[in-house]
């Protein structure tokens, strides 16, 4: 017979600061057995002898560990994009994310013809099944012509409800958010389609005005509520909202617009908000002033990340769109428009901690939040006993050292 996967698993034993659920603390353990984390907390209340034969996994002075990263808009990485429908470009670009701290991600779709979702859906239906990705984010195809940013206007189209059970029907359930623009017509028929699937709404590439994005979010958070764990969302579960301040017009004092509305909510507790702090989407002041406005639980860090993460500046895709990497800024070759980022979960981390975020912070928000988006927080996100262990180690400067997924090393320094 073979082996259980406790007694296979190895044991492990990380010891620096703790950094989860919004707290850090100070010489602490995380203890691995069996791939679930077996103890998190300080070192002063770890018995060592109940993990004999544990390795202690070295770590440089002034590390911390935290909670695997969790990344709800990620469109691939290492020569890979989840929208080209290759399966083994997908592979590659999960592994790679994976090794470099984000364990878990959503692999994010881009506007394309409906054959070409279909076959992407079909690919990333398997990843899912096979518990490489938590599921599918669809950016499109129903959302704005006016501020389309880098999705392909050709295929952008108002709601059409036959073409969103084609996609929930070849998603096989691993659709688990959308992003739409309220604005167009079907927008509510949309929502509740989504909802009874299970599915996040994702209000984003919008031009709709401040009432409309609030009324329409509002809508969204009731529908979900109404759902409940019946029909697939946790207890915490929220609307989301696709990077703000990209791809929806600016905040002006006459006219506030879907920024306004969208932090609004988020720090009354009804939607979480997507930030790309990866200091191209947004100015690291932005980044601070939205944590300081709404607070680390209403935000989710993301990457947007394309093809060329991990790769040299040159000529990439964004699915249909063709790409130029200058500098490591991603941009459509036809008119200069930002085509996604370049920066893995743990850079946006270590860019918004530079922004004058908490560590504490910046951790949470990209780890427990999104996990609590997906219904996962007590699989994933955090640091605790019975968790899966989905671990990192960093160093001082928050470059990244050691990382677990299940209890298996797949990076360390």
Not at 12 to 38: E, F, M, Q
Not at 157 to 174: F, T
Not at 296 to 302: D, M, T
Request: charged fraction near 15%; glycine fraction near 14%.
């Amino acid at each position: 017979m073979p082996e259980s996967r406790e007694t296979a698993a190895p044991a492990y034993v990380l010891r620096g600061t703790l950094v989860t659920d919004g707290a850090s603390t100070a010489d602490s353990v995380v203890a691995v057995k069996g791939g679930r984390i077996a103890y998190a907390g300080p070192y002063s209340g770890f018995d060592a002898a109940q993990f004999p034969g544990a390795e202690e996994l070295p770590l440089p002075d002034g590390s911390s560990v935290l909670p695997g990263l969790v990344d709800l808009h990620c469109h691939g990485a290492a020569g890979g994009g989840f929208p080209t429908g290759d399966d083994r470009a997908c592979r590659e670009a999960v592994d790679f994310l994976h090794r470099n701290g984000t364990t878990s991600l959503l692999a994010s779709l881009v506007t394309a013809s409906g054959a070409e979702l279909l076959r992407s859906l079909g690919v990333l239906k398997t990843l899912a099944a096979e518990g490489l990705i938590a599921g599918i984010h669809s950016e499109g195809p129903f959302l704005s012509h006016a501020r389309c940013g880098a999705q392909n206007p050709l295929w952008l189209r108002d709601p059409d409800p036959e073409l969103l059970g084609q996609l929930l029907a070849a998603a096989g359930g691993a659709l688990r958010t959308m992003t739409y623009a309220p604005e167009l017509p079907g927008a509510s028929e949309l929502l509740r389609i989504l909802t009874d699937h299970g599915v996040t709404p994702s209000l984003g590439h919008t031009d709709a005005d401040a009432r409309l994005t609030a009324d329409s979010l509002a809508e969204a958070a009731d529908l979900i509520g109404t759902a409940g764990a019946g029909g697939g969302f946790g207890p915490h579960a929220r609307p989301t909202v696709t990077h703000l301040f990209n791809g929806m017009p600016p905040l002006h004092h006459r006219s506030p617009g879907p920024v306004a509305a969208c932090l609004r909510l988020a720090a009354a507790g009804t939607v979480v908000v997507e930030l790309i702090g990866d200091g191209v989407h947004l100015d690291p002041e932005t980044v601070r002033m939205a944590f300081e406005l709404v607070g680390s639980e209403g935000i989710a860090l993301v990457t947007d990340s394309m093809a060329a993460t991990g790769l040299p500046d040159g000529d990439y895709e964004l699915g249909p769109s063709e790409v130029v990497v200058h500098d490591g800024v991603a941009t459509l070759k036809s008119n200069g428009t930002l085509a996604g980022g370049t920066a893995t979960l743990l850079d946006v981390v270590r860019t918004t901690i530079a922004a004058g975020v908490s560590p504490a912070d910046a951790v949470l928000a990209a780890t427990l939040v999104p996990a609590r988006v997906l219904g996962l927080e007590t699989e994933i996100g955090g640091l605790r006993a019975g968790m899966r262990a989905d671990i990192i180690a960093v160093g001082p400067g928050f470059e990244l050292v050691t990382v677990l997924r299940g209890g298996q090393v797949l990076a360390a320094a």
